[in-house]
């Protein structure tokens, strides 16, 4: 819904105004999903490093730069081209688990990776064979 919804308020909006609405939409829920846990926010615990804490504000600054280059790319092309490259987040987290975390891959997440790259290549494939209407 946000990428269809993007494209269509892309004509009416600057990226950057309607990404900062909706996450002024979705901060009460951040909030209270945040506190709903211990009743406090377990970032702000006592003992915590500045490792920890600088971490953490930089993947939400990476994740709010990232939210606003997809709402970009939507207001630069149709919802239905840039909407499949989107699947590949989780391709990729999944991949910067196993080098960084040294998480464990399974069949299922080598399957699953196959699957999204398999169907983008696909796509990509049978949009250039597919005509073009003027």
Known sequence: MQFY???ALSRHMHPMAFGSLVHLLILPLVVALALAGNG???LLQAGQSSLVIAASIGLGLAYCAGYFCQMSAVRSAPASIVI???NLEPVMTTLLA???LKEELTPLHLAGAALVIGSLFAMTLLRRRTPETP
């Open 40 to 42: 406090r926010f377990e």
């Open 5 to 7: 919804t993007g494209r």
């Open 84 to 86: 499949p490259y989107f």
């Open 98 to 100: 196993v080098i960084f």
